[in-house]
């Protein structure tokens, strides 16, 4: 089936009842409609050749429609049952990419709906056995639609008995369905130049040149952080097989740790023996909370990207995603209200639990000890540098650098997703937006793979992954990571013995 | 229209939801549609469909209405109604703008500034119709009840006639006549004996040739006649258009006559000729139906084609050419009569003669083809008690023109600012905005300035609004039942006009604000209705109609009567003096008049200075849409139409602001400047109806140009009373300095 709208040019007046009952029945915003009427002179009274042709244009349904692939949503696609272009309200984010896209100028920003209006041949009226409202009401009758593939449809009788063809240049032809009847007035339109080359956005260029960065920089640095984590393990095994060894040969005994503050940390914070207590329950929540969202954003976002000149890893992927949960409706709805819980969540709580903005900066100030820190530990991790490295509070640098790093792309994340949400600002507020949403979730995300690293895969440092579950630490590794901490808890506990709270308030 | 409903609630949802996602990072737009969190509600079905008919025009398109809540989706025009057949045009489509316009007259409102300063207060409908009664007395005990006049255009009108009848004011008049139709009715009726009726009754259906005068068809949206003029073009017939300007017709014409203003006259005058000279009439038609042949044959003997190419500035052999389309066609040929024929003051009564002439020559009145005998469906008027004897009205008393069929607006207009042929000081203005709908606003404010009471009952507040005492606002026509629309035309019918939606705001139907206000006035007793179901019940029931089926259907077609064309040797006598199609009118000459159409060329324009022609815009109506937030939105402003010869020697370029100036020290503008070669040297045009002054219309007010502004040097036909009004010159300047 290949709906299609065929316009004899003969017969129509310039009346534009067709384009007021389509602003009538879509609604569309002061400045935007789905169709129009264009007048174009031509001739003079000396020659006696004026003419006047009226143009009346609405989206020319092309059955290669360019304005498709270029969709960061896909909110723009070809219905596969009639072949009907079509913008879904729903999906579209009103970022005005595909504007640019159209040769026919058949696309336009509602400044009130804030999305991307366009003619969709009134799907859901035809859908109920109407006709599209333009030509419903067209008094010249100079509209006929149907289906081209009826070959015993009025509309291929049209064809055959007008002779009517698209608008279609010898430099620009995407294989449009409407087609116009009228050779005389057909040439005069399409000499007045409505006919425009497919321009590609600055979004889309960018996007473009920023995609292999996205598809191979980010899994890359994953890749790469992971087997180096891999490796540092591999080393370390080796490290402590050599040293066993060693101590093994020496045979001397272990040096007792100085456990001075252990029985009173135990005692304040109710940890059991051995173990401090590092994190509370609503920072594990908000922790593993956070972690589940990325998880879900990240792969619902990039299953959003569908269109060809968007989708990350080929459109396949977005498609099968979206028939997942039932479409691409669903899908966006379900990444806008995660989204929002999120943000609505993760920024209160985090704040809450760390006792206000002030406190956070102040956990993650970097201090002399963490800029020494961060220029020895690569060289400790690649056994260049045996000496102890500088001591650390609760977070070592790295951690203070990615959570500083993870703070303003959140904030950035969040400021954008929303932009995108509420359309917030002008077609190309938005579209910045997307690139801005992107480009900070790709750099988390080449984070994310260091932490997951750090967290999960290198051995040493699993007690950390472990307090994120259990809420309690190791109090050997905690020494040994977080001297300063340790011995700061020590200090508070014993200054303020009874206070339980200054030490969860450090937390 | 916004789903407004849906709006709000996706509004509140989209507040709490930014306000819980960040706090106070971002207040969402109000109104943004989409953004996945709610679903699209375009495309949703109605839940109930209304039948009424339209109000943007007075075309009478039946209407049905599709609404959800207390909201309409969209209209669509009425399936069974003649004149709609399923279709509405653009203005049509809009329609529902005016019931949601936050501009609209919300409540009665009582003058506290001076006149025309616009400044009000609010009131009850009590309070209002007391003052208006009280002033209505006043008058009526100084100076009789014929001090007082009714304006009014639209189907709420005539009970508001009723009202002021009752009362005993002979004075009521609409520029639906003298500001438009009221010469060509003339001609034709001085010729038939018949008042034509709207739609004209031409037979499209059959005709083989169409012949228009200065026709907007198209710019002019009158729904079936566009239909219908599209379908006999597409069928074949040949088209013949007349008009200086290069117009939507023309452009599907075989043959253009770029005729130059007011030069018609003289091109039908060389037709007549022709078809007397080359005995191409219809020879057995003219016989049997006529009168005065002989005399017509004498008077057209001097106007040659070449004559007449000479008048009229196109060649002569395009004028033979046109002649013989016509010929060709006999008798299925449409010689349209115009519709707002009111454009050089006595030239035009005698332009429509001549075309009714025409007719008869080519033997197309009421042949197929040609015109069609049109049947009113009869319905009785709702019982009520005899009129008072009325006084004369201020034309019959002044003894002024002697043919026209209505009282004069300009004739009311005249008495009230010069207290002759007697004062007339109480206005009731309902639904016309006399200070764009007559020409020479001056002349409307100084006879204003002269009333001791105004009182305007409208929907929209238009200039003359501003200038009332007592205000009193309408439902808009989605809101109210109005007396039937009995239409005539090739099906007779009756038609409903009933509530689709409740008026959001203190506003009244025109039938109560009648009713109750002729109760103040002490002539209740010609409203003796409670509801006014029960007046449209009343009425339906005398014609054996259903006033439930009615209101179900929207539209109930009569069976006609009379059959649909004049046979040949059918025995008819026409109702005019003679019985027969009067070539000569003899009623004319007792007169003092030209008893066969002559042909006065108007004055050549002044050098430097433009003929102000103007027209039609398909997405309004006069000046009463430009404020509908639709139609405002396609169509904003009008342009100044302008030779590019022309422009080049003022140095002004396209799409230039420009003022247009009378020399008399009116300007307008600034509008757009549209150069093009569709405006012949010596004349300029714009659409009529913009350059709102009223501030109180928000998006039409400073748009656009007003021909109305500018037209002081109206020609007053002193046979139909009509003001000619394509009689102004105007010279045009670059706006530089005053740009919008």
Known sequence: MRYAMGIDLDRCVGCQACVSACKEQWDSGPGAARDWVHTFETGTRERDDLAVSFYPGLCMQCQDHPCTTDCPTGATYADPKTGVVMVDADVCIGCGNCISTCPYGARHFDP?????????????????????????????????????????????????????????????????????????????????????????????????????????????????????????????????????????????????????????????????????????????????????????????????????????????????????????EPLIRFHVVWGLVWAGIVVPLFLLLKGGPRHVLEEVRITKDDLLWLTVKPLAMAGLRRQPLPPQDKYNAGQKIFALFVLVATTTIIGSGLVMTFHVGPPGAVAAAILVHKLSIALVLAGIAVHVTMAAVIAEERPALKSMVTGRIDHEHARHHSPKWVARLGQQTRDHDSDAHAASKEE | MAEES?????????????????????????????????????????????????????????????????????????????????????????????????????????????????????AGWGEAYKLIADGFRKIKEKHGAKALALFYHGTGGPLLRTMMVAYGSPNYAGPAYSQCKGARNVGYYLTFGEKLPSPEPLDFDETRCMVLFGSHLGENAHNSQVQDFVKARARGASLVVLDPRFSTVAQKADLWLPVKPGSDTAVILAWLRLLVKEGTYDRRYVEERTIGFDALARHVEPCTPEWAAAQAGVPAKKIVAAYGLMVKAAPAVLVHPGRHTSWYGEADTHRARGQAILTALLGAWW??????????????????????????????????????????????????RTGSPYPVKGWFVHGTNLIQSMPNARETVEAIRNLDFLAVCDVQPTEITQWADVLLPEDTYLERYDDLAIGSGKAPYVGIRQPVVASPHDTRPAWRIAKELATELGVGDWFGFSTFEEYLDTRLSGAGLSLAKLKLDGIKLVPRKTPLYLADGEKFRFHTPSGKIELYSKQLADAGFAPLPVHAAPPEEPPGMFRLLYGRSPLHTFGRTQNNPILSDLDGTNALWMNPMAARELGLAEGQPVMVANGGGEETGPMPLKVTERMPAGAVYMVHGFGHRSKALSRACGKGGSDSDLIDTYAVDPMSGTTGMRTQFVSVRDAAGRVA
């Open chain 1, 112 to 328: 009130v709906k804030k999305v991307v209006e366009k003619c969709n041949l009134c799907a859901p009226f035809v859908a109920r056995g109407e006709e599209p409202a333009c030509v419903q009401t067209c008094l010249a009758e100079c509209r006929i639609f149907g289906d081209l593939d009826d070959s015993g449809g009025k509309l291929s009788a049209f064809v055959r008995s007008k002779g009517a063809q698209p608008l279609v240049t010898a430099d620009v032809d995407v294989r449009p369905k409407t087609i116009y009847a009228g050779r005389a007035h057909r040439e005069r339109i399409l000499a007045a130049g409505v006919v425009k080359r497919y321009e590609r956005s600055s979004l889309t260029r960018t996007w473009q040149v920023s995609l292999p960065f996205a598809r191979i920089v980010v899994p890359g640095l994953g890749l790469m952080a992971i087997a180096g984590g891999a490796l540092v393990n591999l080393k370390a095994r080796s490290d402590r097989v050599k040293r066993e060894g060693q101590e093994a040969a020496a045979t001397q005994p272990p040096t007792p740790e100085p456990a001075l503050e252990t029985p009173l940390q135990a005692k304040a914070c109710g940890a059991g023996d051995g173990e401090l207590f590092r994190h509370r329950g609503g920072v594990r929540f908000l922790h593993w909370f956070n972690a589940l969202s990325w998880l879900l954003l990240v792969a619902t976002g990039t299953a959003l990207m569908s269109a060809a000149s968007f989708a990350l890893f080929g459109t396949r992927f977005p498609r099968w995603f979206a028939g997942l949960v039932g479409g691409t």
């Open chain 2, 6 to 122: 849906n709006r709000i609630a996706r509004r509140t949802f989209l507040k709490v939801a930014a306000t819980g996602a960040i706090a106070g990072a971002v207040s969402a737009p109000a109104t943004a549609q989409a953004f996945g969190l709610t679903r699209d509600q375009h495309g949703l079905p109605p839940e109930r469909e209304v039948p009424t008919f339209c109000e943007l025009c007075f075309w009478n398109c039946g209407v049905v209405a599709r609404v959800r809540k207390n909201r309409v989706l969209s209209l669509q025009g009425h399936p069974d109604y003649p004149n709609a057949r399923g279709k509405l045009c653009g203005r049509g489509q809009a329609g529902a703008g005016f019931v949601t316009d936050e501009d609209r007259l919300k409540y009665p409102m009582i003058r506290v500034g001076a006149r025309g300063e616009g400044k009000f207060r609010r």
């Open chain 2, 367 to 416: 042949r197929p083809g040609g015109t069609y005998r049109w049947e009113r469906a009869s319905v009785p008027a709702f019982p009520a008690p005899d009129f008072p004897d009325l006084p004369k009205d201020v034309d019959s008393e002044a003894r002024r023109f002697r043919f026209a069929q209505e009282v004069t607006t300009n004739g009311i207009r005249d008495a009230t």
